[in-house]
């Protein structure tokens, strides 16, 4: 429910207080993360998501064209067909910009690849001002295309390291 979710905030905040940084402003980060919290309920309704099990902040690696890579999934659940990952985002949603946002999301759905429960859709929730949720189908091309763009990035980076220049 919208209480216990922010029951829950209250009480993480006070588990989490005495991480922040020295000289960082609490009231300003507490009222940032309550304002996230209220957009998020406004979205969703908590009690209705279902995660698949081991489906909250999932860590996955593996290898994509023969590169080493891994990340953390905000969230996985069960889609119309297939699994649904969800990557919350504390900004607000800019479309033209969501390319590196969709890539990481794709990345994801490459290394939890399985034919017996294939990731079909990516989805973004922007807890910003302008707060909405974007989603996206998971293809075969987009994902070949993020494994390329990834190798070429890995190669990008390799001849820098052996330039001794970054560009």
């Known amino acids: 429910t919208r209480e216990a979710a922010l029951d829950l905030f209250a009480t993480h905040w006070q588990a989490t207080v005495d991480q922040v940084a ?13 304002d996230a919290m209220r957009r998020y309920l406004t979205l ?4 209705a998501v279902e995660p698949v099990d081991n489906g909250l902040e999932r860590q996955v690696t593996g290898e ?3 590169i080493p890579i891994g990340g953390k ?18 900004g ?3 479309p033209p910009y969501c390319g590196p946002y969709w890539r990481q999301q794709l990345v994801y ?4 690849d399985d034919d017996a429960d294939p990731v079909s859709e990516v989805a973004l929730m922007f807890l910003g001002e302008q707060s909405r949720v974007m989603t996206r189908p998971v293809t ?18 390799a001849t820098f390291d052996a330039a001794g220049r970054w560009e």
């Open 22 to 34: 020295p000289g960082q402003d609490l009231e300003t980060i507490r009222a940032t993360a309550g």
């Open 140 to 157: 075969d091309s987009a994902i070949a295309r993020v494994t390329s763009d990834l190798a070429t990035a890995h190669e990008q980076r």
């Open 73 to 90: 999934i905000d969230r996985i659940e069960p889609g119309i067909v297939g699994l649904r990952i969800v990557d919350y985002k504390t």
């Open 64 to 66: 994509l064209g023969g």
């Open 44 to 47: 969703e309704n908590p009690s």
């Open 109 to 112: 759905a490459a290394l939890l």
């Open 92 to 94: 607000s949603a800019k």
